[in-house]
T-cell receptor, first 114, second 116 residues
Framework: QQQVKQSPQSLIVQKGGISIINCAYENTAFDYFPWYQQFPGKGPALLIAIRPDVSEKKEGRFTISFNKSAKQFSLHIMDSQPGDSATYFCAASTLYNQGGKLIFGQGTELSVKP | GAVVSQHPSRVICKSGTSVKIECRSLDFQATTMFWYRQFPKQSLMLMATSNEGSKATYEQGVEKDKFLINHASLTLSTLTVTSAHPEDSSFYIC????????????FGPGTRLTVL
């Protein structure tokens, strides 16, 4: 019940295309859903996050769509660029329980071809 | 977001020795710090959570006597890998949180540990 399932494991997209990564969760107590971007040999960087009181959040080319009833959320990267090539992790937590402990998805390795 | 540093960025040690990794929150008072390990092509695995001035809470399966965590202040936490073995070779990453509206976690750059 604590798991967050992420798909696909890897994704190849042409430059300018849309990259879509999906995550699903079981624990309805989760109330914070961040996405992290990680480049090889670096720590993860917070990209964008959403709370369940909204269905969509957009920041630049990055959009999170959230479906509370389906317990699913996804990251859309519009106009994907080669510089977006990285591993993306979704995560979930109960903000004020367990110190905000994050449960991570398995990760998606994105490759954007020029 | 918070600026987090880790030292060293990479370390190579002999089997049986101990290694200390520092995590510093440079511009942020971190009431909570987390330690993760990450194997190649895998996700982050939480090892322990620590609050300033109190003992760390370890995840199931993580040996607390092997991975010693000290959260001495709001800006510094250390992870000591005692009697390291080759299977402890991994990428160790810390994160900090505290005081922001959504209790976000901000990650350090990671430390690559190789045990020969």
């Amino acid at each position: 019940q604590q798991q967050v399932k992420q798909s696909p494991q890897s994704l190849i997209v042409q430059k300018g295309g849309i990259s879509i990564i999906n995550c699903a969760y079981e624990n309805t107590a989760f109330d914070y859903f961040p996405w992290y971007q990680q480049f090889p040999g670096k720590g993860p960087a917070l990209l964008i996050a959403i709370r369940p009181d909204v269905s969509e959040k957009k920041e630049g080319r990055f959009t999170i769509s959230f479906n509370k009833s389906a317990k699913q959320f996804s990251l859309h990267i519009m106009d994907s660029q080669p510089g977006d090539s990285a591993t993306y992790f979704c995560a979930a937590s109960t903000l004020y329980n367990q110190g905000g402990k994050l449960i991570f998805g398995q990760g998606t390795e994105l490759s954007v071809k020029p | 977001g918070a600026v987090v540093s880790q030292h060293p960025s990479r370390v190579i040690c002999k089997s049986g020795t101990s290694v200390k990794i520092e995590c510093r929150s440079l511009d942020f008072q971190a009431t909570t710090m987390f330690w993760y390990r990450q194997f190649p092509k895998q996700s982050l695995m939480l090892m322990a959570t620590s609050n300033e001035g109190s003992k760390a809470t370890y995840e199931q399966g993580v040996e607390k006597d092997k991975f010693l965590i000290n959260h001495a202040s709001l800006t510094l936490s250390t992870l000591t890998v005692t009697s390291a073995h080759p299977e402890d070779s991994s990428f160790y990453i810390c994160s900090v949180s505290g005081g922001t509206p959504y209790n976000e976690q901000f990650f350090g750059p990671g430390t690559r540990l190789t045990v020969l």
